[in-house]
């Protein structure tokens, strides 16, 4: 591998982190090399590790020792609360899939600091939604109202909060939350990383009006983020019916982040 590549280390070993790793082995990363990986299951991770030739970290500190560029993240909520201090003290910047531990304002505000003081960056992938950009230009232009809507199959709210009793033999829609994001994260820890993104672009977790609409016989997720402002409303609409489109989303960005043409 030649020395002027990027080194990028791979925190989660599961689906999404298989999703990088095949971009990266079909050539779509070429500007990079693949120096570890860091996963819970040591057969999946060693898998994994073995498509790339390079080590299986049982630690995010064995990790940091191959001396990455980027750590990419594709795991959970507290593995991001758990390693995004150390990767950015490393001097390593880190890929975030996992945004809703961003929800928590204490952590991004700590996280924040700790990217500033030590010259490093957290980047934060768009998961299922995407069109942040429109989002945070929106916000710019003045004082925005920001409101999302997710509708979600029965089946995906069981074993939550906001699951009712019935909603399996229901005939019609029946909305299950409505709220904000923050108050969202709470009881959806696992389940609205795509509702704190859009926050963040725009009006933040207590200002971003957020509802979950069950819907009969729905495979998959659709969110519908509105943004407004006097004189300028913008709509993203994403229909998804598999998670992979969030691990894609982080090879965008790795390649985003060393092209000479920036979207």
Known sequence: MGSNKKRLAIAGCGFLGNIVMDGWCNGLLPEYEIVGVLGRDPGKAQAMADKAGCPVCKTIQELLETKPNYVAEMASVQLVKDIAESVLTSGANLVVLSIGAFADEEFYEHIQSV???????????????????????????????????????????????????????????TEVFSGNTKEAIRLLPTKVNVSVAASLATAGTENTKFSIVSVPGMTGDDHKITAEIHGVKAVVD??????????WSVVALLRNLVSPIVF
């Open 115 to 173: 990217a500033r003081e030590n010259g490093t960056r957290v980047h934060i992938a768009s998961g299922a939604i995407g069109g942040f950009d429109v989002l945070r230009t929106v916000s710019l232009m003045g004082q925005v109202n920001t409101e999302m809507v997710t509708h979600k199959g029965p089946k995906s709210l069981e074993n939550t909060p906001v699951f009712q009793e019935g909603l399996m033999e229901a005939k019609e829609e």
């Open 238 to 247: 994403i229909y998804s019916s598999t998670s992979a489109i969030a691990g």
